[in-house]
């Protein structure tokens, strides 16, 4: 039976200019807004703290906050 990866969060591993696929699926969750992004749409991610992102503002404010935290 083949399985459909519509509508399933990818798990994946953050390098630079580049991610590689752990669990299959089509989108991952911001890690700031939550909201959903479409692999193929994902641009702005962090490699240290392996999360992705929906807009550059979203990337900048997790960078914020991860600096304000220590």
Same mark, same amino acid.
Not at 13 to 26: C, E, I, K, T
Not at 43 to 68: C, D, F, G, V
């Given at each position: 039976?083949? =399985? +459909?990866?519509?509508?399933?969060? /990818?798990?994946?591993? &953050? ?9 299959? %699926?089509?989108h991952v969750?911001? #890690? =700031?807004? %939550?909201?959903r992004i /479409?692999l193929e ?6 490699? /240290?703290?392996? *999360?992705? &992102? #929906? +807009?550059? *503002?979203?990337?900048?404010?997790? *960078?914020?906050? /991860?600096?304000? #935290? %220590?």
């Amino acid at each position: 039976m083949l =399985m +459909s990866n519509r509508d399933r969060v /990818a798990r994946l591993h &953050y390098m630079p200019y580049s991610f590689r696929v752990l669990q299959a %699926g089509d989108h991952v969750l911001c #890690a =700031m807004t %939550g909201q959903r992004i /479409a692999l193929e749409d994902l641009r702005y991610w962090s490699i /240290a703290r392996q *999360e992705p &992102y #929906a +807009s550059a *503002e979203a990337s900048a404010q997790a *960078e914020l906050k /991860a600096t304000r #935290a %220590g």
